[in-house]
């Protein structure tokens, strides 16, 4: 889990928190399982399709694109349901959570 | 199992353990073992393994070397797909740090914890996950069994059955009559049957016999999408798709045991063509373990799809009495990621992430025409409740549902890749 945890510390830098989220919290497990939630629609690698795939995502653009999807920006009323109630914090760690997964070589 | 593959897991367990700094006097890693390599076990199997790394020791049993999906089934009724493309092997998870075994489990002794399989063979578990599907009640359509299904095929699990669906519908001849019989809630892919319908007529239209005729005889006074699937149906294929529900044809009495008609209480349709989809209930490994309710499905916890009748045994997927979703694919799946974190906090301690619970069924009206509905769910009062719902809306362009047909390919490429890729 070391790999999730630096993503984290990133994902901390990215919404400028002053105190990285920890294990203890459960803000690591939280976001893996999210995570794992968006492969019920998303490859995490492959060809652009009607569904992107979101492995290689940059995480800033992902964190505001989640975001936007939240809150009505971009309208798609999955995206919209897939992300209903999760706060920026969430979203910015599941954004760094994912950009550091690789595709399998 | 054969020795060498059991000789192999232990050593597995060591090794694991040995990595997982498991001291001597304490258990080994523990184990982690799931039933069914469709989409619930498969993805619970492999969530599993990803999180848990070293720290679990993850089992899949499967009884068939190969898996043919029920999902996207209907593509290759209409011709779009083949049942190559819907037929898969379990054991590649193998190649992800999973134990597959193919065998069927005779029995779970719930009391030693530990599975009996086919060979002979104990599977012991620590946590047991358990992704059955449905089995057919035969006995609740006078007329209709296990022989019957070779002249009235369901097609409702994917397979043989499939492919006689197909040799039946492309022997048809121009006019000819479709009888479908479609069975009460809750069942295997609520939208299913309509899809079915819709992919059936576009195969009948395009081959020369637009003038065949599918008549629908419907449990249920009204079914998921009806307005889409009604607004599609006459789109695509007007006058085709009749679809009569109790209130018109009065019940459903008995099927022609020869497969030529089925009986009404209020009439008699005559098919050149009879499909029968019988009700249904958990798979039997579920319920002859004691895990089923009265109407066959079996209730869970609805924070951790852990069965009511046993803490240590999870049911997830088309079996599971998983509250307001449906029995899907989709559903499975979500269920199986949710079933594996709780396994882990189970097992290893720490957090459990509250479960966000989705679902989107797709259903194909026409090449490149397609309609969805879908949730996310929480846990509201004990119980697994929809948050926040989308669906298609009648009239969308053309566009639009092109979109809808593309997601559910892409869909399909992704829940294939989670599963075996």
């Given at each position: ?105 | ?176 009559s479709?009888v ?76 022609e045991?020869?497969?030529t008609a089925v ?5 008699r349709f005559d098919g050149d063509?009879v ?147």
């Amino acid at each position: 889990m070391t790999g999730h945890r630096a993503a984290l510390l990133g994902a901390a830098v990215v919404v400028g928190l002053s105190a990285a989220p920890s294990l203890a919290d459960g803000s690591d497990d939280r976001t893996a399982y999210l995570a794992e939630t968006c492969r019920g629609c998303h490859a995490a690698a492959g060809p652009s399709a009607a569904i992107p795939a979101i492995g290689r995502a940059e995480p800033d653009a992902l964190a505001a694109t989640l975001r936007d999807y939240r809150d009505g920006r971009r309208v798609h009323p999955a995206m919209a349901a897939a992300v209903a109630g999760l706060d920026d914090r969430t979203l910015a760690a599941l954004a760094a959570y994912l950009a550091s997964e690789r595709p399998a070589p | 199992m054969t020795i060498t593959r059991r000789r192999l897991l232990e050593l597995a367990i060591v090794g694991s353990g040995l990595l997982a700094g498991a001291g001597p006097g304490r258990s080994a890693v523990p184990r982690l073992v799931v039933v069914g390599g469709g989409p619930g076990g498969a993805v619970a199997a492999r969530t599993a393994s990803r999180l848990g790394g070293d720290r679990v020791h993850v089992t899949l049993v499967e009884a068939n070397p190969t898996y043919v999906s029920c999902f996207f089934s209907n593509w290759v009724v209409a011709g779009l797909r083949t049942m190559a493309d819907i037929t898969h092997r379990p054991a590649q998870a193998g190649e992800h740090g999973i134990d597959v075994v193919t065998a069927r489990v005779e029995a779970i002794d719930r009391e030693g914890k530990a599975l009996r399989l086919s060979d002979g063979s104990r599977v012991p578990y620590d946590r047991l996950i358990l992704s059955p599907g449905v089995d057919f009640r035969f006995d609740t359509v006078a007329g209709y069994s296990v022989e019957a299904a070779e002249r009235m095929p369901h097609a409702w699990k994917a397979g043989p059955q499939t492919e006689l669906l197909i040799r039946r519908l492309a022997a048809l001849d121009q006019g000819a009559s479709v009888v479908m019989v479609v069975p009460p809630n809750p069942y295997r892919c609520p939208p299913g049957p309509y899809e079915r319908a819709a992919l059936m007529a576009h195969v009948l239209k395009t081959s020369g016999r637009g003038d065949a005729r599918i008549t629908i005889l419907d449990a249920k006074e009204s079914f998921p999408k009806q307005a889409l699937f009604q607004e599609g149906w006459e789109r695509h294929y007007p006058g085709m798709i009749q679809w009569l529900p109790p209130s018109v044809h009065g019940g459903l009495r008995a099927v022609e045991p020869a497969g030529t008609a089925v009986e009404t209480e209020f009439d008699r349709f005559d098919g050149d063509l009879v499909s029968v989809i019988p009700p249904q209930k958990a798979g039997a490994l579920a319920l002859d373990a004691g895990l089923g309710d009265a109407d066959g499905w079996c209730p869970v916890e609805a924070a951790s799809m852990r069965a009511k009748a046993d803490p240590s045994i999870q049911v997830i997927g088309d079996a599971a009495r998983a509250g307001e979703m449906p029995k899907s694919a989709f559903a499975a799946a979500s269920q199986g990621r949710v079933a594996a974190v709780a396994a882990l906090a189970d097992l290893l301690g720490g957090p459990r992430p509250e479960p966000r619970y989705f679902n989107t069924c797709w259903s194909l009206i026409a090449p490149g025409d397609a309609v969805k509905v879908g949730a996310l769910y929480g846990i509201a009062e004990g119980a697994i409740k929809s948050v926040q719902g989308f669906v298609s809306q009648p009239g969308e362009s053309a566009e639009v549902r092109r979109v809808s047909a593309e997601e559910a390919e892409a869909w399909h490429a992704a829940i294939l890749a989670d599963m075996i890729g």
